[in-house]
Each structure stands twice: as C-alpha cells, then as structure tokens.
C-alpha cells in the first residue's frame, strides 16, 4: 500500500485504513468513552465510526457519511475539552453540522473550515498551556524576583504566534490564551506594585469584542510616582531655563519643538504603562515667584512596534529591559488578535516647584 498520513497526528502509516493510524485509532476510543472494538472486527476504524454515528441516533448512514461525521464529533470532543468561551459560536456551528447528517441528508454542511490535525495541535497547545499555569500556581509572586518572571514570560512566547489568525478555530483558541496570559500579567503588575501599568492593561483587556473607552487620570498614588520620577523632574527644570527666563508664564503645547513634549520614562511603572507620551505644561510664577504648573501627560495605549532590546532600555536593570520588551512584544501580536484594544489616557495634575 502506499504511505499515507493519519489526519490527527499527520505520521505516516501504510495500513487499511482511511483516516487513522493505529496509535490515533486506540486513543480516540478512549477519549471518546468507547470500549475497543473486538478482535473479530476487521475494520476497527469503520467501527469506530458506526458507533459514533450510533450515538448520535444516526442509523443506516453510507460509509462517506460515517467519516465525515465522525471527524466531526472528533473534533467538537477536542474541541469541548479546550473549554474556552471564545469556541462556543465555533462548537455550536460544529454540532448543527453533526444534526444536519442523515441518511436522507443530500449534502454534507460545512459551515466552519478546519481539519482534524489543526483541532489535535489546538488541543496539544492548549495542554502545554495549562501545565505553564499550573506552573504559575507554585510561584510566590510576591516574592518573585525578576529572573523568574522573565523565565515565566519567555516560556509563554508560543501563544503569540500571529500565523495563527487565518484559521477561526485557532484565532479563538490562541485569542484565549493571549487573553488569560494578559490577565495573569496584571495579577503579577498588582503583586509587584505597578498600578498604573495594571489599570492601564486591565483596562485595554474588555469583554470580547467591546472597545473600551478613553480614561482621564487623576489618582493621588500614581501623580506621585510621576512627581518622583527623574526623567519628570529633569524636564520640568530643562523646560524652565528654555522657557522660563525673565518670563512670568510658558505654555508647552503641540505647537512646541517635539523634543520638549514628548516624554519616556526610563524604569518601574512608568516604563511598563507609558511608551511614547505626550506632556502639555501650563507655567505661571505665583506670589512667591515660584514656579506653578498645570501638567496633562497624554498617550494612547497602544502596541504597534516590535521593539529591539537596545530601543526599550533601561540600563539600570537589564532583566527590566527584556521583560518590558518582550511584554511589548507579545502586546503587538495581541493588538493584532484583537485582545488588546486601543485607547487614549490623559493624567491630570497640578504641582509647584518644591513639591517635586
């Protein structure tokens, strides 16, 4: 007989059967809850077939339909296995299609284009990423130093495959795992005091479909962390001795050289929430002849370059370097499943020199 490839796991066998190698065959008697078929059955893999068609109360079917139905009821087993919200509109499809077969049926409905090897590899990925979350479980996040989490970030890279996309059923499965990894990432953001970067990604992570609306900022913790930061402070005193000589007011706005607004922050939070942020400064003297400000930082979080480890540096922390970009990263591929949304942030404060 010539080669042929099982349509589950695609090795080549060279034996009667249609679909199947031997291997696959006894497997999917098990996952499917049959005994296996007695020796005097010749043709196992037909047997398997019949009694799917069985068990569906499906009776007097022609061999054709038998095959096709049964990749069929294979793939909705793997596929109710995987057990993610995103596949329901996809398993609901599946099980019209695997009503609609009769033996009076003239034509077989395909209403979702997938083969069996495609649902097995699905299956397989979505094991090998459960076994990372149980994994995560074990892990002291709150002491997690941040070798660890780099480790934990690299190992999950095979969820952020963009080739993916083409096919609905591995959009839904691989959109799922972007979603859950995304949501573990503002679990470990919380842990490890990062807020804003936390809100920020919760926020970007909607109900599926949904866009989420643009936020204005105006918490007293996170105004503080920027009020901290020394990237802030040393603009705030560059743009005084441009702007501020012998002068009462300066205003900052998009109508100023882009080197004055546009402002990124070099580590911590700051570093993970904003990437290219815009900062508009209103300055005025007050009666003390010190400095007044009204500040507006202003970005819409987004994740549209991939980014090289030398462009997303922050030379104190090398580990920081690669978390961030490849946290950037993995956050372009999502933008592109859709499981990251785009949207606009203002931070809103006042400050007076001294206080910062």
């Known amino acids: 007989m010539n080669e042929k490839r099982c349509i589950l796991c695609n090795k080549p066998y060279n034996y009667k059967y249609v679909m199947f190698g031997r291997g696959c065959l006894d497997n999917l008697y098990d996952l499917l809850g049959f005994s296996k078929a007695p020796r005097i059955i010749w043709n196992k893999e037909l047997y398997l077939c019949t009694r799917i068609a069985w068990k569906n109360h499906k009776f007097f079917l022609n061999k054709k339909k038998k095959y096709v139905l049964a990749q069929k009821y294979i793939a909705l087993a793997y596929l109710n296995m995987m057990d993610y919200e995103a596949l329901n509109n996809i398993k609901e499809k599946i099980s019209k299609e695997i009503n609609s077969i009769s033996m009076f049926s003239k034509e077989i409905v395909d209403t979702i284009q997938f083969s069996l090897n495609e649902i097995y590899k699905l299956f397989n990925y979505t094991n090998k990423f459960n076994e990372r979350l149980e994994e995560i479980k074990k892990i002291n996040w709150k002491e997690v130093d941040k070798k660890v989490a780099e480790d934990f970030i690299k190992s999950m890279s095979f969820i952020f495959d963009v080739t993916k996309k083409a096919s609905p059923v591995s959009y839904a499965v691989f959109y799922s795992m972007q979603y859950t990894f995304w949501q573990i990432v503002v679990v470990g ?48 005193n560059q743009l005084i001795q441009k702007y501020g000589q012998n002068q009462e007011t300066f205003i900052v706005d998009n109508s100023s050289p882009e080197e004055d607004i546009i402002i990124k922050f070099d580590g911590g939070d700051l570093l993970y929430a904003l990437h290219n942020a815009t900062m508009i400064v209103k300055a005025k003297k007050d009666k003390e002849n010190k400095w007044s400000f009204e500040i507006e930082i202003i970005d819409t979080y987004d994740f549209t370059d991939f980014k090289d480890l030398e462009e997303y540096a922050d030379n104190e922390d090398a580990i920081a370097d690669i978390v961030s970009t490849l946290l950037n990263n993995f956050g372009v591929v999502s ?21 910062f």
Do not use: C
């Not at 989420?212 to 705030?236: A, G, H, T």
């Open 189 to 236: 953001g919380i842990l490890a005091k990062m807020k804003l970067s936390a809100r920020l990604l919760t926020h970007a992570l909607p109900i599926f479909g949904k866009q989420p609306s643009d936020i204005i900022i105006e918490d007293e913790e996170i105004i503080k962390l920027i009020l901290d930061n020394q990237k802030f402070k040393d603009r705030i």
């Open 335 to 355: 933008s592109e499943y859709g499981v990251i949304k785009t949207y606009n942030i203002k931070i809103k404060f006042k400050t007076k020199e001294g206080e």
